[in-house]
């Protein structure tokens, strides 16, 4: 069975900084891509930031020089460190395994955490 268990989050004023993980079950985390998504009231779901299995990452524009996704292979763990945060981040952040992009060109994923609030307060 896939697990993908969340930790982190909660509110943060603008301008600071959070650190989310997500550890993995079974092989899922070594055989996947991982990535992180976010979905505000209203809209779609998006991807932040995905990390292959050989390491290499990926961020959304606005993230970018802002977000930091890594994976500890051994503590089967990803990560999301988020700096300056912004009220717009607020979000339900989502871990994900099995990500891929649709034809549309947008993300999706395969394997979902239990999604936690982010809140950025002004």
């Known amino acids: 069975q896939v697990q993908l268990v969340e930790s982190g989050g909660g509110l943060v004023q603008s301008g600071g900084s959070l650190i989310r993980s997500c550890a993995a079950s079974?092989?899922?985390?070594?055989?996947?891509?991982l990535g992180w998504f976010r979905q505000a009231p209203g809209m779609q779901r998006e991807l932040v930031a995905g990390i292959t299995i050989g390491g290499s990452t990926k961020y959304a524009d606005s993230m970018k020089g802002r977000f930091t996704i890594s994976r500890d292979n051994d503590k089967s763990t990803v990560y999301l460190q988020m700096n300056s945060l912004k009220p717009e981040d607020t979000a339900v952040y989502y871990c994900a395994a099995g990500c891929y992009r649709q034809n549309t060109g947008t993300y999706y994923a395969n394997y979902w955490g239990q999604g936690t609030q982010v809140t950025v307060s002004s």
């Open positions: 079974g092989s899922i985390f070594s055989t996947n891509p």
